[in-house]
C-alpha cells in the first residue's frame, strides 16, 4: 500500500493545501496505524481490538466526510458506501472487540461474520449502482466485471484453492465464509478495473480499486490461514485494514466531486483482445490443470463440477455480453440508417437551396447559368438546332413599394410577381429570380418573333393590379430580351440581355427592348465617357457658359443661366446631352455639380455687385439627394459673399415626384430650407414632364420656365391653341406670384407674340447664345439686343 501513493499522486507534500492535503493527512496517518497493528496484536490483544477501532472508524470518519464534502451524501452509490463503512466498524467494534474478544459472549463471531458479509453486500451493491450510473451501457460494464472475475477464479480455484481446500481436508461455515468472501472481492474488482481502464485519470477511482485489491489480497491469506487451521495471521490484517484506509482515502479525495464515469459498451481493440485472451486462455488453462491434477490422482470430483460450472458461467457472460454489443450493432445500424436519410435529404435540400431562390422557389441565377451553359453548347455543336432566347426583367417602381410599405410588403409582391409569370406558359422555359427584383426567362431554341410575343404576355400579366393587406398595388415591368443571335458563354448571354434591358429601362417604363451588336458599342462608349469624365474633372477640363435671361418688355437682363461645357483636351467639345446622363448615371455628377456651383457663385459675385442680376445653376436629382447638400450650397453663397436672391437653382418636377412619398417630403424639406435663406427655386421644362398643375400648391417653387417646344409651336401652323395654352400658363403663375420664364426664344415674331401675352421673361438665342464669362461683362455693358426685344 505505501507503493500507491507516489504512484498516483506524484506531487510532494508541500504543494498541496487547503481542503485537498486532508486526504493525504489522513492517508499517511492511517498507513502508519495499519503497519503497527500486526505488533500491537502481537503484545496485547486489547492493543489490537484498539488498534483494529481507531483504523475502521478513521476510515468511516474519512467516508462521512468525504461524501459531505464533495457533495455525494445525495446519490445513492455513496450513501450504500457509507452505510458499508459505519456497518463494518461496529462490526469489528461492537462484534468482534467488545462481543468476543473482551465480554466472550457466544455467537459473537457469527454476528461479526454476519455484519461483515452485510458490509461486502453494501459496497458490492453500491458499486454496481455506481457502475450502472455511468455514461454509456448499464449491463456493459456489470458484465465485464462478472467475465473478469470468472476468468481470474477459474485458474485460483484450480491451482490454488481447489488444492488447499483438498489438502486440508475441513469443511464448515468458518471454510464457506472464507471461500465466498473473495469471490464477492473478485466481482468487486472486475467493475472497478472496468471503470478505470475507461476514466483512467480519475485518482479516487485508482484509489478505490487499490482498496479492493488490499481487500482480495488479506480475504486470499485469510482463506490460507482457515484451510491451514490457523487464526488470520498479519497478511489478512494488513489487507483488511489497507482496504479501510484506501477506500476513506478515495472518498475523501477531493477529485470524487463532480466526477462521471463512462463505461462504454464498445471497448478499444486492444482491450477486447485482451478480454478474449483471458476468456479463451483461463478455461484453457483451468482445464488442463484439472486433467493434471486427475492423473496425478490429486483431483476431487467436486473440483472438476466447480470449474464445469464456471465454464458455464463464463459461457453465459459471454454470450450475454455478445447480445450487448449485437444490440448496439442493431441500435447503430438503425441509427446509421436513419443518419444517412437525413444526410440524403439534408444533401438534396441543400442542392435544392443552392439553386434555387429561397423566397420564390424559382430557379436561382446559378442553375440559370448552368441551363444556358447546356443550351448554348447544345445549339453550337448540334445542327438545325437554334441558339436559346433570354429574357431579363427588372420590375418599375418597386423600390418605391419596400420604401413606402416595408420588406415584408415587398416580399411579399415578388412571390405574386413569381406566380404570375409561372402562369406565362411556353415550352421548355426556365424561370428564375436573379435578386431584388430581377427576373430572367430562358427559352431554349426559340425565335425571335416567340421571344417577344412571350415578353408581350409579361407585360400584361405584370400590369394587372395586386391586392394584398387591403392595398391595391400596381407595378410595371421593362424586359430586355437576346434572341436569334449566338453566344460563347453565359455571362455573355446576359451581359447582352442586360443592356437589352438598360436600353428599356431609358426608353421609360413598361418597355420591351431587342439587343442588337450597336447596344454593345454604346456600353463601351458610356465606359469610353466615364474614365474620361474622372479625368476632365481632376484635369480642369470643364468650362461655364452663361445665356442671360432678358425682360422682353425693357429689354434688361435680369440673370444668367450658368450651362455646362466639356472640351476633352486636345479633341473636341462634348454635347450635354452625351456626357451629362453618363455624369448622372455614374454618380460623377456630385463632384461636377460641386464644381459648377462653385464656379458660378464666383462668376456672378461682380455681376451681381455691378447689375443686381442673379445666376441660375441646374441641380440634378441626384445632387439634391446627397446628404448636406443644402448646408454645401449655403456655405458656397458665404464664401463668395453672395446676398439673397443671388441665387437660383433650377430643378425639374420630374426629379421630385418620381421618388416615394416620404423621399419627395425629405427633397421639398431641403428645397423650402434654401428657400429661407434666399435661394430662389426655378421648376426646368415646366409642361413637359408630370404636368400636374396640382403639384404647384406643394411644391417650393419660385419661377416657372417654360419649355421650348412651347415656344416653337407658337408660329407653326395652327399656333392659336398653343398661344391659349401658354398664355394660360402665364397667368396662372402670376396668379400664384410666380416669375415665368420662356425657353428657346429665337425669332423676333416669337418675341413679340410673348410680349402681348405679359410681362414675361425670356431667354434664347435671339438674344445670345450661351457665352463664357468674359462675354457676359460685354454683353451686360452693350446689351445689343434691346431692338430685338
Not at 488490499?214 to 495471521?233: E, M
Request: aromatic fraction near 6%; include cysteine.
Amino acid at each position: 500500500m505505501s507503493q500507491i501513493v507516489p504512484e498516483v499522486f506524484p506531487s510532494a507534500l508541500s504543494r498541496l493545501t487547503g481542503a485537498s492535503r486532508l486526504w493525504l493527512v489522513y492517508l499517511l496517518a492511517a498507513t502508519a496505524l495499519t503497519a503497527a497493528t500486526p505488533f500491537l496484536a502481537s503484545v496485547s490483544p486489547a492493543l489490537d481490538v484498539l488498534a483494529w477501532v481507531l483504523a475502521q472508524g478513521a476510515s468511516a470518519a474519512a467516508v462521512l466526510t468525504g461524501a459531505r464534502r464533495n457533495g455525494l451524501t445525495g446519490l445513492w452509490p455513496w450513501r450504500l458506501l457509507c452505510v458499508a463503512a459505519v456497518s463494518a466498524w461496529l462490526s469489528t467494534t461492537l462484534a468482534w472487540g467488545v462481543g468476543w474478544v473482551w465480554l466472550e459472549i457466544p455467537g459473537s463471531m457469527d454476528l461479526y461474520r454476519a455484519g461483515t458479509l452485510a458490509t461486502y453486500a453494501l459496497s458490492l451493491v453500491a458499486l454496481t449502482m455506481l457502475s450502472l450510473r455511468a455514461e454509456g451501457s448499464r449491463g456493459a460494464g456489470l458484465l465485464d466485471a462478472g467475465i473478469i472475475a470468472v476468468c481470474v477464479a477459474m485458474p485460483l480455484w484450480t491451482f490454488l484453492i481447489g488444492p488447499l481446500i483438498d489438502a486440508s481436508g475441513r469443511t464448515g461455515a468458518d471454510l464457506a465464509f472464507a471461500v465466498a468472501i473473495p469471490v464477492i472481492d473478485l466481482f468487486a474488482v472486475g467493475i472497478l478495473l472496468r471503470l478505470a481502464f475507461d476514466n483512467r485519470r480519475a485518482p479516487w477511482l485508482r484509489l478505490l480499486g487499490a482498496a479492493y485489491l488490499s481487500l482480495f489480497a488479506g480475504d486470499g491469506a485469510y482463506l490460507v490461514d482457515q484451510v491451514a487451521g490457523r487464526s488470520s495471521g498479519a497478511a489478512a490484517t494488513l489487507g483488511w485494514l489497507g482496504f479501510s484506509v484506501l477506500s476513506g482515502a478515495a472518498v475523501l479525495h477531493p477529485d470524487a466531486a463532480g466526477r462521471r464515469l463512462r463505461t462504454p459498451v464498445v471497448s478499444s481493440r486492444g482491450r477486447v483482445m485482451a478480454f478474449l485472451g483471458l476468456a479463451l486462455l483461463s478455461p484453457l488453462v483451468s482445464g488442463l490443470g484439472h486433467a493434471s491434477l486427475e492423473s496425478s490422482g490429486s483431483g476431487h470430483f467436486f473440483d472438476g463440477l466447480m470449474n464445469t460450472a464456471l465454464t458455464v458461467m463464463l459461457a453465459v457472460l459471454l454470450v450475454l455480453r455478445l447480445n450487448t454489443l449485437a444490440r448496439l450493432a442493431e441500435e447503430r445500424s438503425a441509427e446509421l440508417g436513419v443518419a444517412l436519410r437525413r444526410q440524403e435529404a439534408l444533401q438534396r435540400s441543400l442542392s435544392h437551396r443552392a439553386l434555387h431562390d429561397p423566397l420564390t422557389g424559382l430557379a436561382n441565377r446559378t442553375l440559370l447559368s448552368q441551363s444556358l451553359e447546356h443550351t448554348i453548347i447544345a445549339s453550337s455543336s448540334l445542327p438545325g438546332i437554334r441558339p436559346p432566347a433570354l429574357l431579363l426583367l427588372d420590375l418599375d417602381g418597386f423600390k418605391d413599394v419596400n420604401d413606402t410599405f416595408g420588406h415584408p410588403i415587398g416580399d411579399e409582391l415578388l412571390t405574386h410577381v413569381a406566380r404570375r409569370l409561372n402562369t406565362v406558359e411556353a415550352p421548355g422555359r426556365i424561370l428564375a429570380r436573379l435578386g431584388g427584383d430581377e427576373f430572367a426567362l430562358l427559352l431554349p431554341e426559340a425565335t425571335p418573333e416567340e421571344a417577344l410575343a412571350l415578353a408581350r404576355r409579361v407585360l400584361t400579366a405584370v400590369r394587372a393590379p395586386y391586392r394584398l393587406e387591403a392595398r391595391e398595388l400596381h407595378l410595371t415591368t421593362s424586359i430586355g430580351i437576346l434572341a436569334g443571335l449566338g453566344v460563347d458563354s453565359p455571362s455573355e448571354a446576359l451581359r447582352n440581355a442586360d443592356l437589352a434591358l438598360y436600353a428599356a429601362k431609358n426608353a421609360g417604363k413598361d418597355q420591351i427592348a431587342v439587343f442588337e451588336p450597336g447596344l454593345r458599342d454604346a456600353q463601351l462608349e458610356r465606359t469610353r465617357l466615364t474614365a474620361e469624365l474622372r479625368r476632365a474633372l481632376a484635369g480642369d477640363e470643364f468650362t461655364l457658359n452663361y445665356q442671360p435671361v432678358v425682360n422682353l418688355i425693357d429689354g434688361d437682363i435680369c440673370g444668367v443661366e450658368a450651362l455646362l461645357r466639356w472640351t476633352p483636351t486636345g479633341g473636341r467639345p462634348v454635347r450635354p446631352d452625351i456626357f451629362i446622363p453618363v455624369a448622372e448615371e455614374t454618380g460623377l455628377i456630385v463632384p461636377i455639380g460641386r464644381w459648377v456651383l462653385e464656379q458660378a457663385c464666383a462668376d456672378a459675385r461682380r455681376w451681381h455687385e455691378r447689375y443686381g442680376i442673379s445666376v441660375a445653376v441646374n441641380v440634378s436629382g441626384r445632387q439634391l439627394r446627397e446628404d448636406g447638400f443644402g448646408a454645401m450650397v449655403l456655405e458656397t453663397l458665404v464664401r463668395h459673399e453672395l446676398p439673397e436672391g443671388a441665387l437660383t437653382l433650377e430643378i425639374t418636377e420630374s426629379m421630385l415626384l418620381a421618388t416615394t412619398p416620404a423621399e419627395t417630403q425629405r427633397l421639398i424639406g431641403v428645397l423650402d430650407a434654401l428657400r429661407e435663406h434666399g435661394v430662389r427655386i426655378a421648376l426646368d421644362d415646366f409642361g413637359t414632364g408630370y404636368s400636374s398643375l396640382a403639384y404647384l400648391r406643394t411644391l417650393p417653387v419660385d419661377v416657372l420656365k417654360i419649355d421650348r417646344s412651347f415656344t416653337i409651336a407658337l408660329t407653326e401652323e395652327g399656333p392659336h391653341q398653343t398661344q391659349a395654352f401658354t398664355k394660360a400658363i402665364m397667368e396662372l403663375s402670376a396668379s400664384l406670384h410666380l416669375d415665368t420664364v420662356v425657353e428657346g426664344v429665337e425669332t423676333s415674331e416669337q418675341a413679340a407674340l410673348l410680349q402681348q401675352m405679359g410681362r414675361p421673361l425670356a431667354q434664347g438665342y435671339l438674344f445670345s447664345p450661351p457665352v463664357p464669362a468674359p462675354r457676359v461683362d460685354e454683353l451686360l455693358d452693350t446689351a445689343p439686343w434691346r431692338n430685338a426685344a
